[in-house]
Nanobody, 124 residues
């Protein structure tokens, strides 16, 4: 059973930074996609960033140049470094995984393992 545990959310002023972490466990294959999603109040959940087993990354346009996804394979942990945060980044952030080989980790279809979420609030 895949388990994903996020940490690192909190409150920050606009322009500040936060780093989210997601510890993954419960799978043995090295082929998988890990992604960060977010859902703001009253809005549809959106994919923010993803990373594959070879550390190829993808980002939604609104965070390019500000957010960086990375991973530590030895720790089975994926990170989301968020810089230059804006009030519109306020949301619940979720770590997600799709196990096995997938051609495009940036495609949000197929993510079927989810963490409990961690909240990020950015004040102006």
């Amino acid at each position: 059973q895949v388990q994903l545990v996020e940490s690192g959310g909190g409150s920050v002023q606009a322009g500040g930074s936060l780093r989210l972490s997601c510890a993954a466990s419960g799978y043995t294959t090295s082929s998988r996609c890990l992604g960060w999603f977010r859902q703001a109040l009253g809005k549809v959940r959106e994919g923010v960033a993803s990373i594959d087993s070879d550390s190829r990354t993808s980002y939604v346009d609104s965070v390019k140049g500000r957010f960086t996804i990375s991973q530590d394979n030895a720790k089975n942990t994926v990170y989301l470094q968020m810089n230059s945060l804006k009030p519109e980044d306020t949301a619940m952030y979720y770590c997600a995984a799709k196990i096995g080989w997938w051609p495009l980790c940036g495609n949000t279809i197929g993510y079927n393992n989810w963490g409990q979420g961690t909240h990020v609030t950015v004040s102006s």
